[in-house]
């Protein structure tokens, strides 16, 4: 559905995206990660054709970008990273002239209706967008988007600056929208990603330096994953003896809570499950086990080693795809 | 089409849905009835029985146009600062819509509120009109030429209006522009006398004059097209620097 091979763009002397070159299939939700200044804007920019690359070329349902950016367009919805609202419009007004621009097929106000439906406008029809919260002025842009139901939809930051009950409706909204589209959404939060979408590409200074499945990337990181072990006993006998288990490499206490509970990641070798030996040991010693289960990678501390490896490879991209 | 009215509707709600325009159409009716009402005076004290086409109106319609002068930067400074300030022009450029019909939709509303303006002026000649007829031919080649300077004015403004998102500057600019052309050739003495030939070719003065005199001249009917056509191309070149530029 979406293509792009060696996207390069340059603003004057500045190289924003380098040689990224990924595919997307139609009904994935892809995520674009990467610090602020990667290059996810920039991406986004020249698959709406708001720009043309500078070298390189990107694709959207067979049509070349450069070549047909009307025709690319009129597939695409779009929420730019500072949502494009007219803030003496009304809701209704708005939607109603966007869906005239993409040339709505049917009746204009009954997909202006569906649209406000679906995104829990209703209410606010009337009102002056202007005069709306964050959150529904969030909920306009994501509307504006999706009203002419566009083949792929392209999501700039969808959660940036919102509080912690709106990201989660605009999240829902976004997995009860993904159905019809294919999505491609940029963050630099990175429990986001793995929330939203299946899989993800990582950005570095205008390159790819990685692109999987949210889970496969973790389990090629990390191998087997960590055992997350809560119980109470002594902190310095604890350590040494889950240390001493075949299983284990390594221990680290993450914290001891104040009623005597530590929290224990255990770290193993590949392949192998320590958790029935750990339980075990603990409770031969006659320890309070309280939770044993696997401990979930956190993307943050993924992203930061990716970041690191591309680094010390000394040719940031070389690990990517 | 669908598209184009879409984007039209959009430029004149913006237009006539706010304020601003209201004040500055009820300065410039202020201003020009002030005019009116003097030069009236002036042509009953010292030119009755003359040529009132001479005596009158052309003196009226010049001192006018130093009014649409005045609020041309007023009407033009938002069109595509306000939304490159906003970020609206983002969306403009992501929708299926070409270039030209966003340029055209902000040229042609702008130059929608000069219509209403100007064709308020019109009450003038027809008050006279009423109380004395007299021969009216020469007044349709005044607002030919009033419209024709009008919009090539406008494209100026709409073009400056491009380059930045500021609006106050795009104002100030359009202000000095259009004020510029309009009083190129006002010091001859000034010039050198090599210069003189090109630089009353390049005065918005030297070919209003003849129309306020209702002489039509394809010459100058060319020279005001010309500006236009040029300013509309700047204007295509500016929306596309984005490709370069890789800003709004």
């Known amino acids: ?318 690990s990517a795809t | 089409m669908t598209r184009f009215l879409a984007l039209l509707g959009k430029e004149l709600r913006s237009l006539f849905g706010a304020p601003l325009v209201y004040f500055v159409g009820a300065v410039f009716l202020a201003l020009s009835g002030y005019y009116f009402y003097t030069d009236l005076n002036a042509f009953i004290t010292f030119g009755f029985g003359e040529s009132i086409f001479e005596h009158l109106w052309q003196r009226l319609y010049n001192d006018i146009v130093r009014v649409v002068i005045t609020v041309i930067p007023l009407v033009t400074m938002r069109v595509y600062s306000e939304e490159k300030n906003l970020g609206t022009i983002e969306l403009l450029y992501t929708a299926p819509l070409r270039d030209i019909e966003i340029l055209a939709a902000k040229y042609l509303a702008c130059l929608s509120v000069f219509f209403v303006l100007l064709g308020s002026t019109a009450l003038y000649p027809w008050m006279i009109y009423r109380i004395q007829p007299y021969d009216l031919s020469q007044l349709y080649a005044v607002y030919l030429g009033l419209f024709l300077l009008v919009g090539a004015m406008v494209a100026i403004g709409v073009f400056i209006s491009s380059l930045t998102e500021t609006q106050l500057i795009a104002a100030m600019f359009t202000y000095g522009a259009v004020l510029l052309l309009w009083n190129l050739s006002w010091n001859e003495a000034a010039v050198p006398d090599d210069l003189l030939g090109l630089i009353s070719q390049l005065c918005a003065y030297d070919h209003f004059e003849p129309f306020s005199r209702g002489v039509i001249d394809l010459k100058d009917i060319a020279y005001f097209l010309s500006i236009t056509t040029l300013m509309g191309f700047l204007t295509m070149r500016s929306m596309e620097s984005r490709q370069w530029r890789g800003r709004r």
């Open chain 1, 1 to 318: 559905m979406i293509r792009a091979d060696g996207l390069t763009k340059d603003y004057g002397l500045h190289r924003a995206v380098d040689g990224v070159s990924f595919s997307i299939e139609r009904g994935e939700i892809v995520g674009l990660l990467g610090p602020n200044g990667s290059g996810k804007t920039t991406i986004m920019r020249m698959l709406t054709g708001f720009f043309a690359p500078t070298a390189g070329s990107c694709s959207i349902a067979g049509h070349d970008v450069r070549a047909e950016p009307r025709e690319i367009r009129r597939r695409i919805g779009y929420l730019p990273e500072r949502v494009a609202l007219y803030p003496d419009m009304s809701v209704r007004a708005y939607l109603s002239f966007v869906a005239r621009i993409h040339e709505v097929r049917t009746s204009v106000s009954a997909a202006v209706d569906e649209t406000m439906e679906s995104c829990g406008l209703s209410e606010m029809a009337s009102r002056d967008i202007g005069k709306l919260s964050r959150g529904y002025k969030q909920r306009v842009g994501i509307a504006q988007a999706v009203i002419h139901r566009p083949d792929v939809l392209i999501l700039d930051e969808p959660t940036v600056g919102l509080d912690p009950r709106q990201i989660v409706e605009i999240r829902d909204l976004i997995r009860k929208l993904a159905g019809h589209s294919t999505v491609l959404l940029s963050t630099h939060i990175l429990p986001e990603v793995s929330i939203t979408c299946r899989r993800v590409l990582i950005l570095d200074h205008g390159k790819l330096v990685a692109e999987d499945t949210a889970e496969a990337l973790a389990a090629k990181t990390y191998g087997g994953g960590e055992t997350l072990v809560r119980l109470h006993g002594p902190e310095t006998d604890v350590v040494a003896a889950l240390g001493a288990l075949d299983a284990v490499s390594e221990v680290k206490v993450l914290d001891c809570a104040p009623d005597g509970v530590l929290s224990i990641a255990v770290k193993s070798d590949a392949g192998a499950d320590p958790k029935p030996s750990i339980a075990g040991a603990v409770v031969g010693k006659g320890w309070a086990l309280h939770e044993i289960g696997a401990r979930q990678t956190s993307l943050e501390d993924l992203f930061v080693q990716i970041l690191e490896e591309a680094e010390q490879a000394g040719t940031p991209g070389g």
